[in-house]
C-alpha cells in the first residue's frame, strides 16, 4: 500500500468565494436547472426584501437575447459607503464576501427571505461577470465584478439621478452550469408570479428578449386574489372566499380560503416568500385552528348534515384551495433546506389569527357555512368508505408474492437498490419487455388501456380500478399519509409508454396518479420515464436508433452519410422485438431515463389540477401557451 502524506500541507484553506465555486451544490442545491434557476431568485429575493420592508414598489426582471438575467428594482439601493471595519465599500462586501449584507441587522431587515447576505456574493462566484448600478443620494454608482468574482472594477460615479434603486445584470459561467446556462421562461414566470400574488401591491414586470414576451403582474388583494384565479373555472362551494391579514406577537399572518367541487386539496405555505412545500409549525397552525372551529360548528349551529364523528383533517381538507403565508423575523427550518418550517410560535401565531377569524366568518356568512360543513360531511362518508378499500388492498401485502397481481413478471431480485419495475402500455409491449428484460432486477407490470384520471374522482373510485390496484400492490409502500417506504419493492419505478399521444396521455396518467398518492416516491427520485427511440435507419448490417429528430438529422449526415438507408419510425413499444427493446430503452448500459422530480410542489399542484381537472379550456389554453416548446408529438 502507497504511503499516504497527510500533514499541514493536506489542509485547503479556501479564500473568498473559492468555496463557492469548489462546491457549488452547498449554497445553491445543485448545478442543474435547478440551481441555474436559483441565481435568479437569489438576486429577486433581494429586491423583494426590499418592497417588504416598505421601500419598493416596482420590480423589473429581463432575459436579454445574451443569456444574462437583469434585476431592477425602485429601492432604496445597496449602500455604497465604505465600511470601517475593512475599508471596503458596503457594495463590493456584499457582493465578494459570503456572510456580508443588512439581514443580520434587524434595523434594515426586520423580515428578509434572502440567505441572509449570502445571496449576491453566490450569484457573483457562479457567473462570469456580475454588472451593478445603485442609484443612491442623488447619484448612480457602477462597479463590475468578473472571473468568479475574483477581479472587480473601482466603484465610480457614472451620473446623477432623482431616483432611487439597484439594477443588477449577471451571466452564469458556463464551466459551473455543465447542463447549460439556458434559463426557461415558463419557470421564472411562475415564479414571478408567485411573488407578486405574495406581495399585495407590488408590481412586478418580466421580458424575454429571446421571445419577445413580456408580463406585468400586479394583485392589490395579494393571496386572496391568488385563490381566486385557482378556484376561478371551479364549482365553489363558498363563494365568500375567507381572508384575514393580521398580527400575533410580531409574526404576520395571511390566509385565504375557499373550497371548490373537487377533491383534491390545494394546500399551499409559504415563510417570507418562500415556499415550504413540506409545511410545517404553520401548517400546524392552521390545521388545528380549522379542526377545532369546524367541529364547534358544526356541533352548536349546523344542522340536518352532521357528522358520524368529528371531523378529521382529511375530512376538511377536501376541495380545499388555501394559501398560508406569514412573515418571521426568524424562522428556523428543519434540516439544511428551507422546505419545512420549525417555529413553535408560528403554530401558536397561525392557530390564533385564523381561528378567531375563521369562527367570525361562519358566524356571519352562514350560507357559506352551511356549504362547507355538507361539503366536510360528504367528504367524511368517502373517506370512510375509501378507507375500507384501503384496507381490503393493504390485506393483500405487497410482501407477500402470492399477493401480487397475476399479470405482474416479478424480478429475482428483493432488493430495492437494485430492482426495477417497468409499468409498460398494452400486452403487446408487455410481452416484447418481459422476454427482453434482465430477469434478474428487471419487474414488468404491462397495463391494459387507460389508467383511471385519480384528479377527476373521490378515492373510493380509485381503489376500485383494477390498475390502480395492481400498481399499488406491486409497489408495496401503501399510500398518501400511509406510504411506508421502508416497504419499497422497487428503487426505479420506470413509465414506459408509446412515443405518440396516446403514449404521453397515459404518461401524464400515471404521474398525476403518482403525485396525488405516493408523492414521496417522487420527492425522493423514485419515479422515472423511459425514452424508447422514435426512429431505426438501416443501411446493409449497419444499424443505429435516434431518440429525437436532432439525432436522426445528425446520423444521415454522419455514419449513414454515403449509405442507401431506410427508416422505421416507431410509434409503438409492439413495433420493437425483445432484443432492440433490451438494446434501446431497457438496457442500463445504453438507455436515456428521465427521472421526474418535484421542483416546485405549488406550481406542481396547479398544473396538475388545470390539466387533469374537470375545466376544458384550462387544458386549452396550456396546451396553447406552451406549444411552441413542445417536440415529437404526432397527431
Known amino acids: 500500500m502507497a504511503e499516504q502524506n497527510y500533514g499541514a500541507e493536506s489542509i485547503k484553506v479556501l479564500k473568498g468565494l473559492e468555496a463557492v465555486r469548489k462546491r457549488p451544490g452547498m449554497y445553491i442545491g445543485s448545478t442543474s436547472k435547478a440551481g441555474l434557476h436559483h441565481l435568479v431568485w437569489e438576486i429577486m429575493d433581494n429586491s423583494v426584501d426590499e418592497a417588504m420592508a416598505g421601500f419598493a414598489n416596482k420590480i423589473i426582471l429581463t432575459i436579454t437575447k445574451e443569456g444574462e438575467i437583469i434585476v431592477q428594482d425602485n429601492g432604496r439601493g445597496i449602500p455604497v459607503g465604505i465600511q470601517a471595519d475593512s475599508g471596503k465599500s458596503a457594495l463590493e462586501l456584499v457582493f465578494t464576501q459570503l456572510h456580508a449584507g443588512g439581514k443580520f441587522d434587524s434595523d434594515s431587515y426586520k423580515i428578509s427571505g434572502g440567505l441572509h447576505g449570502v445571496g449576491a456574493s453566490v450569484v ?177 349551529v349546523a344542522t340536518g348534515n352532521k357528522p358520524a364523528a368529528k371531523y378529521s383533517w382529511d375530512d376538511i381538507k377536501e376541495g380545499m384551495v388555501c394559501i398560508v403565508s406569514i412573515r418571521h423575523t426568524d424562522p428556523q427550518y428543519e434540516g439544511q433546506t428551507k422546505t419545512k418550517l420549525a417555529n413553535p410560535d408560528a403554530k401558536k401565531a397561525v392557530d390564533a389569527v385564523v381561528g378567531d377569524a375563521f369562527e367570525e366568518f361562519l358566524l356571519k356568512s352562514p350560507e357559506d357555512a352551511k356549504a362547507i360543513i355538507d361539503k366536510n360531511a360528504n367528504a367524511q362518508k368517502a373517506r370512510i368508505a375509501a378507507q375500507r378499500a384501503r384496507e381490503e388492498t393493504r390485506r393483500k401485502s405487497a410482501l407477500d408474492t402470492f399477493s401480487l397481481p397475476g399479470k405482474l413478471a416479478d424480478c429475482e431480485s428483493k432488493d430495492p437498490e437494485i430492482a426495477e419495475l417497468y409499468l409498460v402500455e398494452g400486452d403487446s409491449a408487455g410481452g416484447s419487455a418481459k422476454t427482453g428484460r434482465n430477469r434478474r432486477f428487471q419487474a414488468i407490470l404491462p397495463l391494459r388501456g387507460k389508467v383511471l384520471n385519480v384528479e377527476r374522482v373521490a378515492e373510493v373510485r380509485a381503489f376500485a380500478n383494477n390498475e390502480i390496484k395492481s400498481i399499488v400492490t406491486a409497489i408495496g409502500t401503501g399510500i398518501k399519509e400511509d406510504i411506508d417506504l421502508s416497504k419499497l419493492r422497487y428503487g426505479k419505478i420506470v413509465i414506459m409508454t408509446d412515443a405518440d399521444v396516446d403514449g404521453a396521455h397515459i404518461r401524464t396518467l400515471l404521474l398525476t396518479f403518482f403525485y396525488r398518492y405516493m408523492k414521496q416516491l417522487v420527492v425522493d427520485g423514485h419515479v422515472y420515464i423511459a425514452q424508447p427511440p422514435l426512429y431505426k435507419i438501416e443501411a446493409g448490417k449497419k444499424v443505429a436508433y435516434a431518440y429525437s429528430d436532432v439525432e436522426l438529422e445528425e446520423l444521415k449526415a454522419g455514419d449513414f452519410k454515403d449509405s442507401r438507408f431506410t427508416i422505421q419510425r416507431y410509434k409503438g413499444l409492439g413495433e420493437m422485438d425483445p432484443i432492440q427493446l433490451w438494446e434501446t430503452t431497457m438496457d442500463p448500459e445504453k438507455r436515456t431515463m428521465l427521472q421526474i422530480k418535484l421542483e416546485d410542489a405549488a406550481i406542481a399542484n396547479e398544473v396538475f389540477s388545470d390539466l387533469m381537472g374537470e375545466d376544458p379550456e384550462l387544458r386549452r389554453n396550456y396546451i396553447q401557451e406552451n406549444a411552441e416548446f413542445v417536440e415529437n408529438i404526432d397527431f
Open 124 to 300: 457573483n462566484a457562479l457567473s462570469l461577470y456580475v454588472d451593478v448600478q445603485v442609484k443612491r443620494e442623488g447619484k448612480i454608482h457602477h462597479q463590475v465584478f468578473s472571473g468568479g468574482g475574483t477581479q472587480q472594477t473601482e466603484i465610480e460615479i457614472i451620473g446623477e439621478t432623482n431616483e432611487t434603486g439597484t439594477i443588477v445584470r449577471f451571466k452564469p459561467d458556463p464551466e459551473i452550469f455543465l447542463e447549460g446556462t439556458e434559463f426557461d421562461y415558463e419557470t421564472i414566470r411562475n415564479k414571478v408570479k408567485q411573488l407578486s400574488y405574495l406581495n399585495k401591491g407590488l408590481v412586478i414586470e418580466l421580458n424575454d428578449l429571446r421571445i419577445d414576451k413580456h408580463v406585468e403582474y400586479h394583485f392589490p388583494n395579494g393571496i386572496l386574489d391568488y385563490v381566486k384565479e385557482k378556484n376561478e373555472t371551479k364549482v365553489k362551494i363558498n363563494p365568500s372566499i375567507f381572508y384575514v391579514d393580521d398580527k400575533h406577537d410580531d409574526i404576520e399572518v395571511e390566509v385565504a380560503l375557499q373550497y371548490n367541487a373537487e377533491y383534491q386539496e390545494n394546500l399551499i405555505t409559504f415563510v417570507n416568500n418562500i415556499n415550504t412545500h413540506e409545511g410545517g409549525t404553520h401548517e400546524d397552525g392552521l390545521r388545528q385552528s380549522l379542526v377545532r372551529v369546524i367541529n364547534r360548528y358544526a356541533e352548536k
